[in-house]
């Protein structure tokens, strides 16, 4: 696949392939363009006529959507790949929050997390954990000193 924007490029890099019988609860896969956290996997037995199926339950990363998906269990999917690094809250700026990377210093903003527990122990100068994803980002935790 030929990708014409570096966005799209940069989305492309950051997905891998595994096939669905790998994959285990907590680990992540793609659907939708969305990347997903796996709640619940069931295999089922080849049948007379077909091959092993899967039923996948998923929620959505940075959307919270609930989604489910029945599939051959020998399909491949795409799974994106996690970038983590730590970063210092040098900003705040109402509805995001502009970091600092600790290894590079370049600055980026961010959007605040939804998670009420998370959101609550953000304050200026304070350690959080970002993930990346096929290009987007969220604040995972936040680190106490």
């Not at 799209?8 to 609860?25: A, D, G, R, W």
């Not at 939708?32 to 796996?38: A, F, G, I």
């Not at 795409?78 to 502009?98: F, N, R, W």
């Not at 959080?128 to 604040?139: D, H």
Request: net charge positive; hydrophobic share 40%.
């Amino acid at each position: 696949m030929v990708c014409k924007t570096r966005g799209t490029l940069v989305i492309q890099l950051s997905i891998k392939k595994t096939v669905v019988k790998s994959l285990k609860p907590g680990g992540y896969m793609v659907i939708d363009d969305e990347p997903c956290v796996v709640i619940s996997i069931e295999k089922s037995k080849p049948g007379k006529h077909g091959s092993a199926k899967a039923n996948i339950t998923v929620k959505g990363f940075f959307d919270g959507r609930k989604r489910n998906i029945i599939m051959p269990a020998d399909r491949m999917v795409d799974v994106p790949v996690v970038d983590k690094k730590m970063a210092t809250v040098i900003a705040d700026m109402g509805e995001s929050l502009s970091l600092m990377d600790g290894e590079t210093y370049e600055t980026f903003d961010i959007p605040k997390p939804d998670d009420e527990e998370i959101a609550s122990k953000i304050e200026l100068n304070v350690q959080v954990e970002v993930w990346i994803m096929m290009g987007r980002m969220k604040i995972v935790r936040v680190k106490k000193d």
